[in-house]
């Protein structure tokens, strides 16, 4: 039986309709799409592709962030090579007033649950005052990048840290509708959605993954930062990627491959705690944010924005079933790692 043509499948019809052509196409050029999410065009989309089209959006979203990202796509397409897209990682804020947001992960457990993923594993984070928790999709775990998604623990920092999270983010905006809610509803009973419901969905579920609180005081961010790098960086980006990450070979090889480039690859690879799991990165890109200054003027500052990320996993027996399979398990150490690319200083 013939392959299906990427241009026929339902995946490129959603992504086409969202994007443009230009866009989709380039899109497809750059990342490895699974098999499971190349389906003929049919009257509803399912969970699988809709979540393939938000995972290829938000990764495209990460691209036009990182620089140093973007050069390394680029010189992989131009090689005749495709991502393999790992995960993507976001932050959240756990407390009591978050405004019109959900706190925490449940501003996004909200979302990825309906689109077919499901916690695969809790991961503590105490030098950040975090918890991490990976989301892998059900219907094709190895295949659909997953999401780590960290909460930070507001409750575990000064009452002068506390008061100033709660002037950033207590005015947060949810960027879904009641109308969206429904849908998603609706695909986590039904599986899938109608091809017009979905087309309308899909730019409301990458607006998630973006800044929802208003222009912060720079008094508030010294404040913050001076006790968290990681909520500073939630003051200036919000809930958008603070990663995409590729999965390469040898992330040995690589990091010195982009060192020989000139590039900001961390000169340390995490390994995890029993070896199957090693990742590096590049240092976020340093971008320019605006504060609200001590007089209501508004200032400008360099901070750390977004990064992009390589990840190498090793085949392992599951003890449960003796089958062979992909580690798709994250590291609390390797995290806490990776972690430090945004902080203001690396």
């Known amino acids: 039986m013939q392959a299906m043509q990427p241009q026929e499948s339902q995946l490129w019809s959603l992504l086409e309709s969202v994007l443009g052509a230009g866009k989709t196409q380039a899109l497809f050029q750059m990342i490895e799409v699974p098999t499971a999410a190349l389906v003929p065009v049919k009257p509803n989309v399912s969970r699988l592709v809709l979540a393939q089209a938000m995972n290829m959006t ?28 790992d995960h993507g990682a976001l932050r959240t804020v756990l407390m009591a007033d ?18 077919g ?13 975090m918890t991490g928790r990976a989301y892998a999709h059900l219907d094709a775990p190895e295949e659909i990048a997953q999401f780590f998604v960290s ?5 575990q920092f000064t009452p002068a840290f506390q008061a100033a999270v709660g002037r950033v983010v207590g005015q947060s905006a949810d960027p879904l509708t009641a109308d ?44 913050i930062l001076a006790e968290s790098a990681e909520m500073a960086w939630i003051t200036t980006e919000g809930n958008c990627f603070n990663h995409a990450t590729d999965h390469v070979p040898d992330v040995f090889a690589l990091t010195e491959e982009q060192a020989a480039l000139g590039r900001s690859i ?16 590049f240092r976020a890109a340093q971008v320019q944010r605006r504060f609200v200054g001590p007089q209501g003027e508004i200032v400008e500052k360099t901070v750390p924005g977004s990064f992009y990320e390589f990840i190498t996993r090793d085949r392992i027996v599951d003890a449960q079933s003796g089958e062979t399979r992909l580690d798709l398990r994250f590291d609390s150490g390797n995290a806490q790692g990776i972690f430090k690319m945004t902080a203001a200083m690396c």
């Open 151 to 155: 909460e930070l623990h507001v409750d």
């Open 266 to 281: 961390k000169p340390q690879v995490e390994v995890s705690s029993d070896g199957t799991v090693r990742q590096t990165a």
């Open 180 to 223: 969206d809610v429904q849908l998603l509803a609706r695909l986590q009973a039904e599986h899938a959605l109608p091809t017009m419901e979905a087309v309308r969905l899909l730019p409301k579920l990458v607006g998630c993954f973006d800044v929802q609180h208003p222009l912060p005081a720079l008094a508030d961010y010294e404040t």
């Open 58 to 85: 938000l990764f495209d979203k990460n691209l036009q962030a990182v620089p140093e990202g973007k050069a390394y796509v680029d010189d992989k397409v131009a090689r005749g090579g495709k991502v393999v897209f």
């Open 117 to 129: 993923f499901a916690v695969a594993g809790v991961y503590p984070l105490p030098k950040l005052r």
């Open 98 to 115: 978050m405004g019109q947001l959900p706190a925490g992960e449940l501003a996004f457990k909200r979302v990825l649950e309906p689109l």
